[in-house]
């Protein structure tokens, strides 16, 4: 054997033994307990990280599971930060939502996140935090461009949400103690600016109901449900949707005329209220 292929064979002998005595001696659960300390205090709720282990293609972790107040768990899946020279100016991360869905995460060591999604089931994100009635089904893919983040600072950072949902379903909707048939939106697409006011540049919407949204939102992080609204709503509901209501549609013609809505929406995102009055610019 030439000396070349001796001298492969020893690095790569080498780099094995490295590897596998890393991980051996490698501090798993110190550091996931460390990690979900220090991501409890920056998110104000309960997080918690699987033992992370060392391998040949990074650090990995089987589950990230972040428990909402006022909601069921949101848990993340397969979790890995690859070896790689980005170290040096951020800290990329992947990992798995539901089934399908795939979130990759950029944060660079000045606070800056970069998060894309794609794929993610709804079923599988706390939204009883945000509103407090039905079920959703869906699929969304999204883009999250936001910083600096500020460790104990608790506000929304600046930054730019866009999103795009598909197959979406609202069931177990109920309006005056009454049921109300399934709503289904083929496609909803949203571009949202972030920061201490949320500006709602627009949202389409095309299925059973079609129309746009734009306005603002008052976030309050520490109960979602309670942001504050002031949205711009233009509406036009299904017929096909309002023959599904039987008995209950000439209530909803009386108060959706033709069924369209056009007005103010206001309240909270748990407690919306309807105004027929004039947009507001």
């Keep these: 054997m030439s000396p070349a292929r001796l001298t492969a064979l020893a690095s790569a002998a ?41 391998g040949l293609t990074g650090l990995s972790a089987a589950m990230l599971e972040v428990r909402p107040p006022d909601g069921p768990p949101l848990a993340v899946h397969d979790l890995h930060v690859p070896w790689t020279w980005r170290w040096l100016s951020e800290f990329p991360l992947s990992a798995r939502i539901g089934p399908d869905g795939r979130i990759d995460v950029d944060w660079s060591w000045s606070g800056n996140l970069s998060v894309t999604a794609m794929g993610v089931p709804l079923e599988g994100l706390p939204l009883a935090m945000l509103t407090r009635e039905g079920r959703f089904r869906g699929r969304i893919d999204a883009s999250l461009q936001a910083g600096p983040l500020r460790p104990g600072v608790r506000e929304m950072p600046a930054g730019q949400l866009e999103l795009r949902a598909v197959g ?47 306005g603002t939102v008052f976030p309050n992080l520490e109960r979602p449900g309670d942001s504050r609204i002031s949205l711009n709503v233009s509406l036009q509901v299904q017929r096909a949707w309002l023959d599904r209501l039987g008995d209950l549609r000439p209530l909803a013609e009386g108060f959706l005329p033709g069924g369209r809505f056009e007005g103010i929406v206001e309240g909270t995102l748990a407690a919306p209220i309807l105004n027929r009055t004039g947009k507001r610019p």
Aim: charged share 20%; no cysteine; hydrophobic share 50%.
């Design 14 to 54: 080498f780099l094995a033994a490295f590897v596998i005595g890393l991980a051996a001696s490698f501090p798993g659960e110190a550091v996931s307990r460390y990690v979900s300390q220090r991501a409890e205090r920056a998110a104000g709720m309960p997080v918690r990280l699987s033992p992370v282990r060392v």
């Design 168 to 214: 979406l379903e609202a069931s177990d909707l109920r309006a005056a103690g009454t049921a109300l048939p399934p709503v289904r939106i083929d496609a909803l697409n949203a571009k949202i600016g972030l920061g201490r006011t949320m500006q709602v540049e627009s949202v389409t919407l095309q299925g059973d109901v079609q129309g746009t949204v734009s």
